[in-house]
């Protein structure tokens, strides 16, 4: 049933609107304006019949854009009423509102324009599958009033579902191009490439539009252009197809490839259709073989092997240099013969038999044979392949002398170790015996039955691979190892072994052979050696090595508690050593050590350092207190007599104590510490003890910086000579003086000669001070007697290390020639202690000296170790009254006569005698009654510098120069 709405007549209904259609369309030919009603109606149908037959649906919309007549061949054509689409607009029925055509088509139905084949998708389905749509239309007016648009519109849906296939197919086969790994070019007959894949980048660097409109052949290398060259004309006069053309194509960045062209002609496009595959891999694969190959025939020919391929047929088909050698023909003479044409006296041969029992079994074969073709032992290993036989072989002649030499050796070897004095053994992987030689038999007492199978540690107790699992985790070899082995009647010896022990591949333990040194004796010469390095050897204490390794271990053990380190120095030791000689100085010292010894705990230690110095050292619970105690202990011990060869000695000591942690916490800075306490203890009268104080330690500071600057005084003049004048008591005349140094320090002012004359002799400075307060003495006295014409006696004191210099009678001489002093105006002081140091050589040097004309004399004497004895022995001319002895206080013993007896003694030796310190007019009266010779003291001058001296002289009378 038609459901469309019939139009009245005149009415602008649907035939009004296929009237406008037909007109405006054209969609029938040209004909009159109808004249009657029949006539419209006639054309009426043949509109509508015109439409029937058309693929196209004639639609209206009105001024909302909504349908409002669809004709009937709708539902013909897709099967759709049209009464279903009346009433909705165009929006309605797409599906996609911002497709492109449609929104065209929105804008120009806003603007009242017409429009022609807008094409979307539309829902204009009965069973709702989309459809495309193609829809062309024009506004329509009436008395230039807008009434909506009119149309046709054609179903499209096969034709873009068509082009969709299409362009689908199209896009895979594009895909199919540009995705291919081999370049696909389409090229015309000159070569011009108009068309190439992505491919080009790949292979040759180039973006396709960069070979676009360039000929194939600008690509190839130059040297293989001429064969691509005639590609083209063999295409048109043979063939339609060229197939894997190879040649070189140069890419953008320089790099050579290999390509492979097949191309085809098409006559119908007049175009080449090309693909170019890349061979690069494949050329540098067969590049490598060739290489492999040539580094193999190279193997082949550097091995020390005679090497042979045959294939199955016993055809030769490589050989080396070797073998050709050693058949004796030439190489390209053997290849492709069979092997009884290369070698025929192989056939008789054994060597033929196990070459073809290995091609006939397949199997590797190995032995070893004596060649009598060529008299020789040969080794050959025959390995079978697909294509035959690899045989190689070598001259094992000299290994096989050499295998006989080894067994002889071996032999020789075996009687070797039978007659060694050395002991052996061989053991097993369990570490039982398997053979021993007879030395090692006398070195333990079994025989040979009683060892063999027996584990090594009935032998060696303590040797550390006398075990299978020890053997199996020590080194290969152990040599110069030591152990003890117990003798069969039970004690020890000391045994040096030289051992090798013997592996599989997977390390584990096969054998053990060693070879076994009695070092009995060593070990006891070296135990003898260790008590002397660690042992003094006059009193058996320990010595300075033991004792710093002994107190470190006493030190780490105490856990921060207190220790007492004692520093011990015999008091006038050296009296005991000169008067009475060393051996009772060595009775001394030892009953010394002894004594120190009982008086301490056992776990204390007592060494001894050197000389009459001693250390204890001892943990102390209670701190200083503690170390008092045990100091007094050891002063009660030392203070009982000593009797040496009948004679009773008395020793005292000095102590310096140093407690840890708190004076020290290493054994060094504890040392000093007790050594500086050490000397303040001496130094404040002996046969004391001091603890450790830091001033000590600022003192001994200070000392170090007087010691440094003591080093560069001389050189910096800081050093100058005070005089004190010596009268003759007899006519009380300026006779002399005595020369006094004095040290000028550039920051602490004058410095005492007490503080740094005992420096400079320690540190062996005092030579040089010395030998320039000699020449600076003689230079001013010289100066001082041209300048007043007067004798003066010079007084310059000698240190001890001077005396002992054997150069010192050359440089008195060589300063009194330099100066031009007269030498019996030169007197040199020398002290007590510095006369007895070492006898043997004062008395040498003293009596050199005399004979320059020289006076010599002792100063300060009766304070040190006064005995006439060296008084008679050493040439003297003078003694020295010490001050001690002039100014005794009242209620000593009277002076004058000890005086007397002093100056009569000293005449009686034919001495003169000085006195030193004269400070008053009764000591100088004195002195006088009792015929001292000189004097000199405060009470005629102190000691002058070099210009108060010489004012000091230019105010005594004139006196007359001594001749």
């Not at 193999?296 to 050989?319: C, H, K, N, P, Q």
């Not at 032998?459 to 040599?479: D, I, K, R, T």
Request: aromatic share 8%.
């Amino acid at each position: 049933m038609d459901t469309n709405p019939q139009p009245k007549p005149g009415s602008n209904g649907p035939q009004t609107a296929l009237r406008q259609l037909a007109d405006s369309a054209s969609m029938l030919a040209w004909m009159p304006e109808p004249r009657s009603e029949e006539e419209l109606r006639r054309r009426e149908e043949r509109l509508r019949s015109l439409m029937d037959l058309s693929t196209d649906w004639y639609w209206e919309t009105d001024e909302d854009d909504r349908f409002t007549f669809i004709s009937d061949s709708m539902q013909r054509l897709i099967g759709l009423h049209p009464s279903i689409i009346i009433g909705k607009t165009r929006l309605d029925l797409a599906i996609d509102h911002s497709h492109p055509d449609l929104v065209k088509c929105c804008e120009k139905v806003a603007r009242r324009e017409p429009f022609r084949n807008i094409q979307y998708a539309t829902n204009l389905s009965a069973n709702g599958v989309m459809r495309y749509t193609s829809i062309s239309g024009e506004p329509v007016f009436e008395d230039e009033v807008f009434r909506g648009y009119r149309g046709v519109g054609r179903d499209v849906t096969a034709e873009v579902d068509v082009a969709t296939q299409l362009s689908l197919l199209a896009a895979e086969n594009k895909a199919l191009v540009e995705n291919s790994l081999d370049i696909m070019m389409l090229f015309d007959k000159t070569g011009k490439i108009l068309r190439v894949n992505e491919a080009v980048m790949d292979v040759l660097g180039y973006q396709p539009v960069e070979v676009l409109g360039k000929r194939y052949l600008d690509f190839i290398v130059a040297e293989d252009r001429e064969k691509t060259r005639t590609i083209g004309a063999r295409l048109n006069r043979d063939t339609n197809t060229i197939r894997d053309v190879e040649f070189r194509c140069a890419c953008k960045d320089g790099r050579v490839v290999h390509l492979s062209l097949s191309v085809r002609w098409s006559d119908d496009r007049r175009l080449t259709y090309a693909t170019a595959r890349d061979l690069t891999g494949r050329y540098r694969a067969r590049a490598e073989l060739d290489k492999s190959n040539k580094r193999l025939f190279s193997m082949l020919e550097s091995i020390g092997d005679a090497f042979v391929a045959i294939d199955r047929e016993w055809r030769v088909t490589y050989v080396n240099r070797r073998t050709a050698r050693f058949i004796g023909r030439r190489r390209d003479a053997l290849i492709g013969k069979t092997l009884w044409e290369a070698a025929p006296e192989l056939l008789t041969s054994s060597v033929f038999a196990y070459c073809r029992k290995a091609m006939e079994t397949r199997r590797n074969t190995f032995f070893e044979v004596y060649y009598e073709a060529a008299h020789t032992w040969i080794e050959v290993r025959a390995y079978p392949y697909d294509g035959g036989l690899s045989v190689f072989f070598h001259d094992i002649s000299a290994r096989r002398a050499a295998e006989r030499t080894i067994r002889q050796s071996e032999q020789r070897l075996r009687e070797v170790i039978e007659l060694t004095p050395a002991g052996y053994l061989l053991a097993d992987a369990q570490s039982r015996l398997v053979a021993v030689n007879p030395a090692l038999c006398d070195l333990s007492g079994y025989s040979e039955e009683e060892l063999i199978g027996e584990s090594m540690t009935r032998l060696f107790p303590s040797y550390p691979g006398a075990s299978a699992a020890s053997v199996q985790e020590n080194a290969a070899s152990a040599h110069g190892m030591e152990a003890t082995l117990r003798h069969k009647h039970g004690h020890l010896c000391y045994v040096l072994i030289n051992a090798n022990t013997f592996r599989d591949a997977e390390k584990n333990t096969l054998s053990l052979t060693a070879f076994v040194t009695d070092i009995t004796q060593r070990k006891q010469a070296e135990a003898r050696l260790e008590q002397l390095a660690t042992r003094d050897v006059l009193t058996g204490l320990p010595n300075r090595a033991a004792l710093n390794e002994q107190l470190q271990s006493m030190l780490d053990a105490s856990q921060q508690q207190s220790v007492a380190i004692m520093f011990i120095d015999l008091d006038r030791f050296k009296e005991v050593n000169d008067s009475m000689g060393h051996e009772p100085g060595d009775v001394l010292l030892r009953e010394v050590a002894c004594r120190l010894q009982k008086s301490t705990r056992p776990n204390d230690i007592v060494a001894r350092l050197g000389g009459d110095e001693f250390v204890v050292a001892a943990p102390c619970s209670k701190g200083a207190e503690s170390a008092a105690k045990i100091v007094g202990k050891l002063f009660a011990a030392l203070a009982a007599p000593v009797d040496i060869a009948g004679q009773e000695v008395f020793v005292g000591a000095s102590i310096g104590i140093s407690m840890f942690p708190q004076d020290g916490q290493t054994k060094e800075l504890l040392f000093q510490n007790a050594d500086t306490a050490m000397y303040r203890a001496k130094a404040a009268g002996r046969n004391g003890y001091r603890f450790f104080e830091a001033e000590m330690s600022v003192e001994a500071k200070t000392r170090m910086a007087l010691e440094h600057a003591l080093r560069r005084a001389l050189e910096r003049g800081e050093f100058e000579l005070h005089y004190q004048p010596r009268l003759d008591l007899k006519t009380m005349a300026i006779v002399g003086m005595e020369a006094l140094i004095r040290w000028n320090h550039p920051q602490l002012g004058r410095v005492s000669p007490l503080q740094f004359i005992p420096i400079a002799e320690e540190r062996g400075l005092i030579e040089a001070i010395g030998q320039w307060v000699l020449e600076e003495a003689c230079t001013q006295t010289r100066r001082l007697m041209d300048k007043f014409g007067r004798s003066l006696r010079l007084s310059v004191n000698l240190s001890a290390r001077q005396l002992r210099s054997a150069d010192l009678p050359q440089q008195v001489a060589a300063c009194l020639n330099k100066t031009g002093l007269p030498a019996h105006l030169l007197e040199l002081e020398l002290t007590e202690s510095a006369l007895i140091e070492d006898m043997e050589i004062s008395t040498a040097v003293l009596k050199e000296l005399k004979t320059l004309g020289i006076s010599l004399s002792v100063d300060d004497f009766g304070t040190g170790y006064s005995a006439l004895a060296y008084l008679r022995r050493f040439p003297l001319d003078t003694l020295k009254l010490d001050r001690s002895f002039v100014n005794q206080e009242n209620g000593e013993i009277d002076s004058l006569k000890f005086i007397k007896a002093f100056v009569d003694l000293a005449h009686a030796l034919n001495l003169s005698v000085v006195a030193e310190g004269v400070e008053t007019k009764e000591t100088l009266q004195c002195l006088r009654e009792a015929s001292c010779d000189e004097a000199q003291g405060y009470l005629f001058a102190r000691p002058l510098p070099f210009n108060a001296l010489e004012e000091f002289l230019s105010r005594l009378p004139a006196h007359e120069p001594n001749h």
